[in-house]
Nanobody, 115 residues
Framework: QVQLVESGGGLVQAGGSLRLSCAAS????????MAWYRQGPGKERELVAR???????TYVDSVKGRFTISRENAVNTVYLQMNRLGPEDTALFFC?????????WGQGTPVTVSS
């Protein structure tokens, strides 16, 4: 059973930075892609950033230029570096991975940005 464990969330002031980590229980190259989603208060879950097995990254428009997804293969971990955070970024952030149609989710890590 694939396990994804997120960490790094917390409370930060507007303009600050956080780095989220997602540690996978197996080699991340087994996944077609890994991604970060978020769900803010009263909002639907949205895709924030994605990195595929080839290293190609995509971002939702609202985070382009502020967030960076990356991976460290040796420790089977994907990161989300978040800079210039604003209150609109307050959400529960989830790590996601897929192997073809099989999808795996972490338990989520909360990010709260105070104004």
């Amino acid at each position: 059973q694939v396990q994804l464990v997120e960490s790094g969330g917390g409370l930060v002031q507007a303009g600050g930075s956080l780095r989220l980590s997602c540690a996978a229980s197996e080699n991340i190259f087994n996944f077609n892609a890994m991604a970060w989603y978020r769900q803010g208060p009263g909002k639907e879950r949205e895709l924030v950033a994605r990195i595929n097995v080839g290293g190609v990254t995509t971002y939702v428009d609202s985070v382009k230029g502020r967030f960076t997804i990356s991976r460290e293969n040796a420790v089977n971990t994907v990161y989300l570096q978040m800079n210039r955070l604003g209150p609109e970024d307050t959400a529960l952030f989830f790590c996601h991975a897929n192997i073809l149609s099989s999808q795996f989710w972490g338990q989520g890590t909360p990010v709260t940005v105070s104004s």
